[in-house]
């Protein structure tokens, strides 16, 4: 049947998304907590929790390819919401050992099931509000990915943040000219410093979403860390041995693992992209996402339950009550059932004082 | 037995205390409500409510000689918090019909129950820290009002204020060296002309505190409004013709049924009086009640609730909910079952905006 120039592009053979389902989401207490971390909810207003999200955004690429790596105690919540993606897609870590261990899980399934098989790794708490153009940055990345490269896709920055680690670009990579070397990648730095990075316009935020031919993460991986690339394929060779090998795994995110050094040893593409993205670290940018108004107040829920009167901020109704504000500016209000919080835009990150009080006082149930 | 120096002060003879407990105190909401008005709440945090405060207040003066005046719908609460007054005590009006008839129907029926009566009407809903200050003022006022006069407790300004209406102050009264002539009563005036009232010294504050002989009182109304005096003492005499009356009376304050007229006549004494008053307006008011202090936040009940950091102002955790609140100056918020308001000491007059929208929404029953 030949195609139209209407209907949608077709997935990327052996291209499977890994979406990585852990973080708590400190800063955004009361909202999210342990027990129902931010890529639960929907923070868009749109009907769809951001996990959601990150599948709708992936399913073009991958038809059902999914695999998701999550808590023990979240496993059931991201099979509810995911309807689609098989159970036995879903791996439960036993215990968080942060991203390179969730990560490089899925790696080592993936190299057993699909030998040809490109792998996308994307947060599943993340804001992507262009999906088209995200797709296209990912149709390229698979494609330098094949060429065993480990591929990551570099934001252009919005502004120089000093919240996110940044990607140093090289030259153009040999054969694929939208893609390029990675020189290094840069810790979170100084607003000042951010500023002089973006003002070259060879830095990109990274977003930590890889792209990469499992087998070739992993061989990275073994290369400075062999027993942790040995555990990650015997617990994909035995799934038995999860709950013996889980625990010995080290702490250690992926870019430190793997990433840092790579790049290091000449390793590591970057696909520069333009879409828009956001990590949605705070309530700050939860405000500039769902209504960056000075003048009104945006409400992410039932506006209906909101009275404003000369006030501008954040409004989360969630917990069914009335929701009265009078007289405050780039005000953040969230509203759930056993735990207000009161804040302003600009103080949005300090709410992690309060989160790291409650559990200091052992009143970690409601964190 | 002989009374020693630290023995209690007797009572007043035949001194009685009229509660008139009305009022919504719109500007408290979420906290005060058509269905459970401030007088109802402790709003000191001391354990115990500002209707049961002001009995405690009174009771050294009349034993159980009260009268408490308030609405059908509050009758029940008024009884229980206050459980050594007879039922009997405790009028009920049919529908709210302002200070006079409220007022006049108690000294309706004091007139008839005892001839010899003075009463003092007291508002439910006032706080006044110094409790012996005040009684020392009511002992004086109780005696002018035995040479038939209509007495009002002048309170000292504590600053400008331009909420309150005042007391214009005239000669001394001969006889009674602690009271004064009363001039006229004047409205609430701008603060610039509040500023000069204070300055002369011979402006009070009217508190809407009254002592007199209810005969007196009466009369007095009797000669500016003939059939609503009629209608009091017909209802006094006759108690089954309350609902049959009660809706023909005008809804009118005693300041301008009686007070106004009777000062022009030159038919009122003033008691000036030093103690501290406040009849908490609003949240501002409230906050400086509670602890008015520029660089922490006041709680008025469970201080276990609140977690603030950097915050000043007033927080009332009133649903058993945690509430945090992070970077805000001067700010309010109250935390209700099915409510909550966030505001500012400084707008916090504004509240009565949210209590307006939400009746001409229909949604009363928040209100």
């Known amino acids: 049947m030949p195609s139209s120039p209407s209907a949608p592009a077709s997935s990327i053979d052996h291209f499977w998304a890994v979406i990585p389902a852990g973080g708590a989401g400190t800063r955004l207490w009361p909202l999210s907590r342990s027990s129902a971390p931010k890529f639960l909810h929907d923070l868009t207003g749109r009907g769809r929790t951001l996990l959601q999200e990150t599948q709708d955004r992936l399913a073009p690429l991958v038809e059902d390819r999914f695999v998701v790596v999550t808590g023990t105690a979240h496993r059931a919540a991201v099979l509810e919401q995911l309807a689609e993606v098989a159970p036995g897609r879903v791996l439960a870590e036993p215990a968080p050992r942060d991203s390179m261990a969730a990560i490089g899980l899925a790696a080592a399934v993936l190299e057993r099931e699909d030998p040809d098989a490109v792998m996308g790794s994307f947060a599943a708490d993340h804001v992507i509000p262009?999906?088209?153009?995200?797709?296209?940055?990912?149709?390229?990345?698979?494609?330098?990915?094949?060429?065993?490269?480990?591929?990551?896709?570099?934001?252009?920055?919005?502004?120089?943040?000093?919240?996110?680690?940044?990607?140093?670009?090289?030259?153009?990579?040999?054969?694929?000219?939208?893609?390029?070397?990675?020189?290094?990648?840069?810790?979170?730095?100084?607003?000042?410093?951010?500023?002089?990075?973006?003002?070259?316009?060879?830095?990109?935020?990274?977003?930590?979403?890889?792209?990469?031919?499992?087998?070739?993460?992993?061989?990275?991986?073994?290369?400075?860390?062999?027993?942790?690339?040995?555990?990650?394929?015997?617990?994909?060779?035995?799934?038995?041995?999860?709950?013996?090998?889980?625990?010995?795994?080290?702490?250690?995110?992926?870019?430190?693992?793997?990433?840092?050094?790579?790049?290091?040893?000449?390793?590591?593409?970057?696909?520069?992209?333009?879409?828009?993205?956001?990590?949605?670290?705070?309530?700050?940018?939860?405000?500039?996402?769902?209504?960056?108004?000075?003048?009104?107040?945006?409400?992410?829920?039932?506006?209906g339950l909101v009275r404003a009167v000369d006030t501008s901020g954040l409004v989360l109704p969630g917990s069914g009550r009335v929701v009265a504000v009078v007289g405050l500016d780039d005000v953040v209000v969230v509203d759930t059932p056993d735990a207000l919080l009161v804040t302003t835009r600009a103080r949005a990150q300090d709410v992690k004082q309060i989160v790291e009080g409650l559990k200091a006082e052992g009143r970690a149930g409601l964190t």
Chains 1, 2 share one sequence.
Not at 160 to 189: C, D, M, N, Q
Not at 202 to 208: E, K, M, T, V
Request: proline fraction near 7%.
């Open 130 to 303: 262009d999906p088209e153009a995200f797709a296209a940055a990912v149709r390229i990345a698979a494609e330098v990915a094949r060429d065993d490269w480990l591929v990551t896709l570099g934001i252009e920055p919005a502004f120089p943040s000093s919240a996110f680690g940044y990607i140093h670009l090289g030259e153009e990579l040999p054969g694929h000219p939208a893609a390029t070397h990675v020189r290094e990648f840069v810790e979170k730095p100084s607003v000042r410093t951010a500023t002089e990075y973006v003002a070259t316009g060879r830095y990109r935020w990274n977003a930590g979403m890889f792209v990469v031919r499992p087998t070739v993460l992993l061989d990275l991986l073994g290369q400075w860390h062999p027993e942790f690339a040995d555990a990650l394929r015997a617990i994909a060779a035995d799934p038995d041995r999860l709950d013996e090998l889980w625990p010995s795994l080290p702490k250690i995110a992926l870019d430190h693992a793997v990433a840092e050094p790579a790049a290091d040893a000449g390793r590591v593409a970057c696909v520069p992209s333009s879409f828009h993205w956001d990590d949605i670290g705070d309530f700050d940018s939860l405000a500039a996402l769902v209504g960056d108004d000075a003048e009104t107040v945006a409400v992410l829920g039932d506006a």
